[in-house]
């Protein structure tokens, strides 16, 4: 089936999802891309595919083809995509692992999807968002986690309230600090929660407040910091090693 | 003094930096803010500047006060910057220390940005950037370096050259690879030159082919790899504790 009008009324709700609003009434959101079409496909989360017409897919799942014009106007990218997924938001409001990545507030969606990423990679699977930080289904963010977003167990909430429930199950509560923390080389916590902070101002005091310790890199004295998505991973990369 | 037309032959000058060709034929570029105008200064390569009228400079060099509507036009910025310096470039061919970062034509200005930020963070102040690579002056590159992009030796040369010279001065060469490379954990050389890829393609097959050894990051199977500012961030980390 081909679906040549910008005014069918499956590709009319299909753009509204580029619309924050109606992305989280409908729970659902838009993937560019066939590398991420297929990540999705294989966490049993793909909703719906459009693919570009002529193109040919290879794999067996239904799928509508649509025009040139529609793809375009669907994606945010210059280049057309050959196929748009659509996804099922995954909602999740507990913590399920012993590992944990608080985000105070990440403004950079290239910054939140590269922390995404990483965490993967280097085996923790909750994060927790705070309830100010850049839009999780943005499609910067999405592109930039290349497809670890649908592996991860993200929740948005309030993280002082997170903080004190950590707490209580005896989870090490990690903050950051180059003047008077310690080398992340000395610790290996086996139950952590690590606090991230926003780019200009990093971790709000009060937040930072309730941290049982500080932590920082060791680095040169003429830098005064690093890119908040590198200090993070190589934490996690150091972290991963306990 | 107050420049309040566009028409002023300075400003038409710097209104011309904002296109590379100009920048490189007048060995000059701009920088957008106090941050990066304060780490100018202390580099000594501040050439000129310009301040948003009212905006009070508390340090003592000669400046030009300039209209919010030039301010905004020479701008890259949504929000105006305060202060926007003219800096002069600094060119060098040759290479100086004993650890090297050459870069295979990265292509996003922000991974750039931050590749140089983290390497002076881990001590590796020379980088040669292939010739297909993202423009060195390119804004977003300048303001993700954090201004260390003024405190590194930077160069721009054919890679296959610069590693045969490297090689008869008896630096390792080391490239990445998942499959088949070293855990960085493993190596810990004194004198090195360490090559990254493209975002996309990863580094070119003729340049992997010039490696002596393959290193990579131990990290989760599930994820493919990192983000390529991240895994020259954490790469480096390792090295600068040889």
Redesign the interface.
């Known amino acids: 089936m081909l679906i040549t009008s910008l005014t069918n009324s499956k590709i009319k709700n299909y753009l509204k999802l580029k619309n924050k609003k109606y992305r989280y009434q409908e729970k659902l959101y838009l993937i560019e891309g066939e590398h991420l079409v297929k990540e999705a496909l294989k966490n049993n989360i793909l909703v719906d595919l459009l693919v570009l017409e002529n193109y040919e897919v290879t794999y067996q799942i239904p799928y509508t083809y649509v025009t040139k014009e529609i793809m375009k106007k669907l994606s945010s990218l210059e280049s057309i995509p050959n196929m748009i997924g659509i996804v099922k938001m995954l909602e999740s409001s507990k913590i399920k692992g012993s590992k944990v990545l608080l985000l105070d507030d990440i403004q950079d969606p290239?910054n939140l999807g590269?922390i995404i990423?990483?965490s993967?990679?280097?085996?923790v699977t909750d994060i927790v968002l705070g309830l100010n930080s850049v839009d999780l289904y943005n499609e910067k963010v999405i592109r930039?986690t290349?497809g670890?977003l649908f592996?991860v167990n993200i929740l948005r909430r309030d993280l002082k309230e997170v903080i004190k429930e950590l707490k209580e199950k005896d989870y090490l509560i990690l903050g950051t600090n180059v003047q008077k923390g310690i080398d992340i080389k000395e610790i290996k916590p086996s139950k952590y929660a690590l606090i991230m902070g926003n780019e200009g101002q990093g971790v709000k005091k009060e937040i930072l407040a309730l941290c049982d310790k500080n932590i920082y890199?060791?680095?040169?004295n003429?830098?005064?910091?690093?890119?908040v998505?590198?200090a993070t991973?190589?934490l996690l990369?150091e972290l991963?090693r306990c």
């Open positions: 290239g590269t990423r990483s993967l990679a280097f085996n930039s290349q670890m592996k890199i060791k680095m040169n003429d830098c005064e910091s690093l890119n998505a590198v991973s190589i990369y991963s």
